[in-house]
């Protein structure tokens, strides 16, 4: 096989290994997917908005605002908040500018149980660094990042925000039902 068809099988192979890797990592079971304390995954990540929330925020977010950082219709984070409710992880309180609204903020339990998510999730980063070996994992996150601005870059509407709060990131693109 010549140098040029040996080149010509590595491009025409690399969209697919992208392909690959890309499932692979949206197929990782973080924390093997067990829920802690009962809270699964999706209610754990809703407790971690919350709280990044309400640290920029400290009245409280909307549910329509939790929604809308999330991406998430506004039926599925009713459901996933009363469950939270339910648990006692979250307290919901009328605004005081507008009687209407309901601020949501986590409870002294939610605010535990977040902080437990969290070092168990810097438990497993932890032990994949040492895997990795501190350069390669720096050129991970370099490689992540450059792929996430590529698509990014390629996609003005794809909006990676739900880690940019206290925005309404589909406004323009999706209207959300109200709280």
Excluded: Y
């Excluded at 991406?71 to 984070?77: I, L």
């Excluded at 535990?112 to 991970?140: D, V, Y």
Aim: one cysteine or more; proline letters at 4%; a negative charge.
């Amino acid at each position: 096989m010549s140098e040029h068809d040996e080149q010509h099988d590595r491009n025409c192979n690399a969209p697919h290994e992208l392909m690959r890797a890309f499932r692979q990592l949206r197929n990782i079971s973080w924390n093997n997917r067990r829920p802690i304390e009962n809270c699964t995954p999706a209610e754990t990540m809703t407790l971690f908005f919350i709280r990044k929330a309400t640290n920029e925020q400290p009245e409280g977010l909307k549910a329509s605002e939790i929604s809308n950082i999330m991406n998430v219709a506004s039926p599925t984070m009713t459901q996933t908040l009363n469950v939270l409710m339910a648990r006692g992880l979250i307290d919901r309180e009328t605004d005081p500018n507008d009687r209407r609204a309901v601020r949501i903020k986590l409870t002294e339990e939610g605010q535990r149980l977040t902080q437990l998510a969290e070092s168990k999730m810097h438990e497993k980063l932890t032990a994949l660094i040492a895997h990795l070996g501190e350069e390669r994992a720096m050129l991970l996150v370099e490689l992540i990042d450059d792929a996430a601005a590529f698509f990014h870059a390629s996609n003005p509407d794809f909006d990676p925000g739900c880690f940019k709060l206290g925005q309404d990131h589909n406004q323009s693109t999706n209207s959300k039902e109200g709280d």
